[in-house]
């Protein structure tokens, strides 16, 4: 019996997690046992522990690439393939809908004048605005057209603050650089463990 490719990297896979098992069920065991850290050989076993899983960690994912990049890399291929064709539909498509939404928007104009003819007694005969209304009507099976709820941005100015996020990566580059302090915002060191 043949294996497929897929099958292969399934095996591969299995026998890789299953190797990684092996080797960190006592390391897991061991951290599942420190509840809090309470002295200095606490704190030194611990971050060894999670070192060597990070070290076995680090094997693992080189591993994984060993499987994923030819998957990847032939992924990557196939899109790049058929971007051109999606990017091509998606180019027609907005210059269509644009062109689709003005007609709407003249058709929309011309009904509004059509019923202010009725109203202004213009147009008296109700048969004809009924006539001249439903030719204004857009219909069809292949569009539809429907009523969205879009927020337009008109005053950035007067939008409530709650509804503002705060670009944290582009205030700690600026900070970073020695830029000018920032209203708001205090830059300090904080400790982080790296292990």
Known sequence: MKLTKEKKARINSQVVVESLGKQTDKT???LSTIKSIRSQEDFTRAAELVKSLK???EAAKDEQRKITNPLKDALEAVNAHFQPFFKKVDNIEAIIKVEMKIFL???KTKLLQLEEDVASGKIKDIGKYVDKAARLTV???SATVRKV???EIQDEKKIPRKF????TQLIVE???RGGAPIPGV???QVDSIAI
């Open 28 to 30: 897991f065991r061991e």
């Open 55 to 57: 070290v076995i960690a």
């Open 105 to 107: 928007d003249k058709n």
């Open 139 to 141: 219909e069809s099976d």
């Open 149 to 151: 709820w879009k927020a």
């Open 164 to 167: 503002l996020v705060p670009n």
């Open 174 to 176: 600026h900070l970073r």
């Open 186 to 188: 205090e830059w300090k």
